[in-house]
């Protein structure tokens, strides 16, 4: 589909006339129908979580009480992204969910990913990094929201849930259940019960001083936020709502990092590499509800770690 040049010159003038400091252009999300578009949001909050309306509220408020606090102390680093922690990196690679309310089974994928990788001490470019394999965000959602919530790709997830399918049973590596989008029968190859990663306890850090301290010592965080139009057509620098633009629905992502300088979260989408800087963002702190509430992972009990054979030098050298 052709790029939409009307949708982006619009809001190329609305920013211009806003003020807005944030870089929009064309991105795959603009190849899209507005249906389409929509179809890659995907969070609808349940019975024990905030509305969007009042997540918006209370990170808005929370920020502003923040900006009435003069000289105020800190202890933990001024940035942070688990990309590049001392060379390591410990995020999996940018995936897209395609037309498909999944965005949920994606964020939480992407968090529980980090953290396992954190709580084992082995980042994706380390000897050990192949060990540690992605999991299945077909099973979270196709198994976790279809047929446990009776959800869809059209109706969305919430996180609790999600997360209470990561604990029981657990998800199976993406080996055994490779995502589409698109409504799929629950069909896993056999033997995913034996390899499964199973989460025991998760956190939900309500104050942005508490989620910097857990990004910046345990790992990443979940979280989900208001969408308005205008976010499809982000490519660079920190997001902050145009004021003008629709809003269109909820969605979920990884909070990867933080940049006090900029004021920002920084995220991974599920929205492929054609989008935002290589799938990735940063938000404006107290923006779209970013931060009124995000879920941490606190530990597992039990992660699949499949350890490749490593021949000693020594029987290479035998005859």
Not at 218 to 234: A, K, M, N, R, W
Not at 276 to 297: E, H, L, P, R, V
Request: net charge negative; hydrophobic share 35%; glycine share 10%.
């Amino acid at each position: 589909m052709a790029l939409d040049q009307k949708f982006l010159d619009d809001l190329l003038a609305t920013n211009k006339q806003k003020g807005v400091t944030w870089q929009a252009g064309p991105t795959s999300l603009l190849q899209l129908n507005a249906a389409q578009r929509k179809a890659r949001l995907g969070y609808v909050p349940g019975p024990a979580e905030l509305p969007l309306q009042e997540r918006e509220r209370i990170s808005a408020l929370a920020q502003q009480t923040r900006g009435m606090v003069q000289g105020a102390r800190t202890v933990t680093p001024p940035a942070w992204d688990w990309r590049n922690v001392g060379g390591n990196c410990y995020i999996s690679a940018i995936k897209d969910q395609g037309n498909c309310g999944s965005c949920v089974a994606f964020g939480v994928a992407a968090t529980l990913e980090g953290s396992m990788r954190l709580f084992t001490s082995m980042p994706v470019n380390s000897v050990l990094g192949s060990s540690i394999q992605d999991l299945s965000e077909a099973q979270l959602f196709y198994c976790g929201a279809e047929v446990t919530d009776g959800c869809s790709c059209t109706t969305g997830w919430w996180v609790t849930s999600a997360l209470s399918y990561a604990s029981t049973p657990g998800i199976a590596p993406a080996s055994y259940f490779t995502y589409e989008a698109g409504d799929q029968g629950c069909q896993l190859n056999a033997g995913w019960q034996d390899e499964l990663t199973i989460l025991s306890a998760y956190g939900t850090p309500t104050e942005s001083a508490q989620m910097k301290q857990w990004i910046s010592t345990q790992g990443p965080l979940i979280s989900c936020f208001t969408v308005y139009e205008d976010f499809y057509g982000y490519t660079s620098g920190v997001y902050q709502y145009n004021g003008n633009a629709a809003q269109v629905g909820g969605h979920c992502i990884c909070v990867i990092g933080y940049d006090d300088n900029q004021q920002a979260w920084l995220c991974k989408n599920s929205w492929g590499t054609g989008w935002g800087m290589d799938g990735y963002f940063y938000i404006g702190y107290g923006q779209c509800g970013i931060d009124a509430s995000m879920w941490s992972i606190e530990s597992f009990s039990r992660i699949e770690i499949n350890v490749p054979p490593i021949i000693p030098p020594l029987l290479e050298s035998l005859p």
